[in-house]
């Protein structure tokens, strides 16, 4: 279940994370009642993302032009789904924007700190640094400086972002949430830090467990969360309904596509983490053989991470390559020589051709495929992407 941006923000407003003075806007001639100065940023309330790329965010510097973004917002879709409301915030000059977010690491039933210098509407740039800290014990503050340290922060920037990503933790566990993030927190020429964008995603068990989160929105409650479903708490995360499959070896960049699949009309069915660490050779070709297995998949995603400090991306380009190349579908058969036909036709018979590798497989690295595996996967039945939006588009082609 996943809320709003504007019922996030109430949210981070609760534990002290800043945020830009707003109004929710129902219908074009509230603007003359808005009380936010101009210059504004008009947003559609929508779970999809992708909203500026679409149109879903606009600039205005008067109400006569308030008033005509807002009427073209609320009749917008983005992916699939039409705003109930617009949020009117006021505008914020940044220096830089960040990309922050806690998630559940499903795979180790740990909480996983996730940061990078690059934020905003480009998540891809995000995703080929992306810099990680586990939480495998208690949280303490070391935690969140050691991200702002590592995602290349100096001076009064490290206990700026660090005093939000502590913020931050301490609005996950208190609310039992499944993933919170925060894109961009943007910086000012005076080092000042605000939330320009959030989103949060919480189960049943968090909404029962904590009922005065209904209280967030005056919209009825059955439109207060998204219906697609989410992770469930499984070493490999899978749902019975979906038609992708998914490897990875960094369990957050996981979990940031699986949650862009389940806005799109290809739902995820299946995702297994790769342990960079362990016998990747064996992880790859027993992982890849069981999505193969599964009923009702009809594309593989292969992640690559294209940062090699945090995991080792040639080691497990050739563990794929290798574990690609022995399945069955890849194998040739030996085929026996048939006579000629009888007659006087002229047909003649084409030199068979190699199937598509069926289910698809899509591998999908952030930057550059490296030089030791390019030429390689060059010669597999296999397609390669190096954006989040070419790879949801190839899926939706499939």
Known sequence: MELLEYQAKALFEDVGIPILP?????????IKQLQVPYPVVLKSQVRAGGRAKAGG?????????AIAATQTILTLAIGGEYPELVLAEARYDTDQELFLAIVLDYHRQHPILLGSGRGGIEVDLALE?????????????FHARRLAIQMGLTGPNIQAVSSIVEKMYHLFASKDLDSIEINPLGINPNGEVMALDGKITLSETALSRHPQLQTLSDLPIEGLYATTPMLTTLPCWEQSQGAIALLSPNPGVAALIWDSLTKTKVR???????????DIPQQMAAQLAACFERPGIKAVVIHLCPTAT???????????????????QLTPEPSAAKPA?????????????????????IVYLPGQIPPEASATLATLPLQCVTTLADLLTLLMLN
């Open 341 to 361: 036909p009888e007659g006087n036709s002229r047909r003649r018979r084409s030199a068979p051709s190699r199937p598509p590798l069926q289910p698809a497989v």
């Open 310 to 328: 945090i995991h080792n991306t040639v080691p497990i380009a050739t563990a794929m390559i290798a574990a690609l190349t022995a399945l069955p």
């Open 57 to 65: 965010i606009r600039f205005v510097e008067n109400t006569i032009d």
């Open 129 to 141: 640094d992306i810099q990680t800290v586990v939480i495998e014990q208690e949280f303490s503050p």
């Open 268 to 278: 995820p069915q299946y995702c297994a983490l790769i342990d960079p660490q362990g």
């Open 22 to 30: 707003s109004q929710r806007i129902y219908q074009p001639r509230d």
